[in-house]
């Protein structure tokens, strides 16, 4: 089966920028999305497709995947940016979703 | 915009049944995919499986054997059935819709703990 990494933890100074890869095999040729979750909250998206910031979610927020690993990123990081960040692809071979293993940004 | 809204028991008594129905509003239910998620306490996300109204489903490998989502158009609402629980089947649940195999997630209903105790 399909399995996307993650580092567990990633720690950031504020206003500092926040890098989180996400690989998995052939990354590149999939759509990555990315979901913030904090604390006792649902999930939200805040990268499709790669690289599109729905409405609503700060140009500070970025996505990039050219290749392994898809990463995001989080420029001018805010206290308020600490979360879970996950990364997601549909995997066609297997019509499954998968998630990644999930990355814990402190700000330091 | 879609909302959805998960209902069902809290609590499930190891190797019964977990039953929890997701009411959806603001879209026809022939239209996505209805998909569950998981979050066991303290760890990752986990994509359970998911139907289509047509009856078509795909599920985790790892829970197949044990799990089914159906989609009930008369009710406008999907459920999860999950057999044999213990407690590693312990977690929030959510439901969630997606457009297509490739698209994401585009919201998230508010999930519903479900505990699996004696």
Redesign the interface.
């Known amino acids: 089966?399909y399995v996307l990494t993650q580092p567990p933890s990633v720690s950031v100074a504020p206003g500092q920028t926040a890098r989180i890869p996400c690989e998995g095999n052939n990354i590149g040729s999939?759509?990555v999305?990315w979901?913030q979750?904090k604390p006792g909250q649902?999930?939200?998206?805040v990268i499709?497709?790669d690289r599109d910031r729905?409405s609503g979610i700060p140009e500070r927020f970025s996505g990039s995947n050219s290749g392994n690993p898809a990463t995001l990123t989080i420029s001018r990081v805010e206290v308020g940016d600490e979360a879970d960040y996950?990364c997601?692809v549909?995997d066609?071979d297997?019509?499954?979703?998968?998630?990644?293993?999930?990355t814990q940004v402190t700000v330091l | 915009q879609v909302q959805l809204q998960v209902s069902g028991p809290g609590l499930v008594k190891p190797s019964e049944t977990l039953s929890l129905t997701c009411a959806v509003s603001g879209v026809s239910i022939d239209t996505y995919s209805w998909?569950w998620?998981r979050q066991p306490p303290g760890k990752?996300?986990?994509?359970i499986g998911?139907s289509y109204y047509s009856g078509y489903a795909?599920y985790?490998?790892s829970l197949k054997s044990r799990v089914t989502i159906s989609v009930d158009t008369s009710k406008n609402h999907f459920v999860l059935k999950l057999r044999s629980v213990t407690a590693a089947d312990t977690a929030m649940y959510?439901c969630v819709s997606?457009k297509e195999?490739?698209?994401?997630?585009?919201?998230?209903?508010?999930?519903t703990l479900v505990t699996v105790s004696s």
């Open positions: 089966s999939k759509n999305h979901y979750q649902a999930p939200i998206l499709r497709y729905p996950y997601q549909w066609r297997s019509d499954n979703y998968v998630f990644g293993t999930g | 998909n998620i990752g996300l986990e994509w998911y795909k985790k490998p959510y997606i195999g490739r698209s994401s997630i585009e919201s998230w209903g508010q999930g």
